[in-house]
Structures are given as C-alpha cells and as structure tokens.
C-alpha cells in the first residue's frame, strides 16, 4: 500500500499538465463571472437609488438635530445676559 499516495500524486499531477486550468478560467468561466459581478453591481446601484430619499431624510433630520442642539446650548448660555425691560 505504500504506492498508493506515490500513485495518486502521479495521477494527479499528469492530469493538472495535461488540464490547463488557467485556459480554462477565462474560457468557461470568465465571461459568466463577470456577468454575475454586473448584476451584483446593477443590483446594488438599484438599491442605493431607491434608498437615496431615505438617506437624505436622515441627513436633513441629523442637521436639524445638531441645529436645535446648538441654538439650546447658546440660549441657555445667553439666557442670563438678556432680560426683558421692564417699563
């Protein structure tokens, strides 16, 4: 039984000359790959697109946040300095 790994490497080797793998790759399977990562990628830029409105809601409604947090923080800073007159 000692042959036997001696054997299948042989085989194994013999077949990888005689397949060339890298042909192969770009014979059969480059094209239908590359057909896939184009869907992939139409499928994602339809996504982003119709989640496009979404994200700018949450923008605006981050900018709207930092403002009201902003003008708070300044009239509660202020709000010592300035006082109604009293007439």
């Known amino acids: ?6 054997l299948a490497t042989a085989v194994a080797t013999e077949l990888a000359k005689q397949i060339p793998i890298k ?25 982003r697109l119709a989640l496009a409105p979404f994200q700018v809601g949450a923008d605006f409604k981050t900018v709207c946040h930092g403002l009201s947090t902003n003008l708070y923080a ?7 300095r300035h006082h109604r007159r009293k007439f």
């Open 74 to 80: 300044e009239f509660q800073k202020n709000e010592g």
């Open 1 to 6: 039984m000692p042959d036997v790994p001696d």
């Open 23 to 47: 042909d192969a790759y770009s014979d059969a399977l480059s094209p239908g790959m590359k057909q896939t990562g184009a869907a992939i990628e139409d499928i994602t830029k339809t996504l």
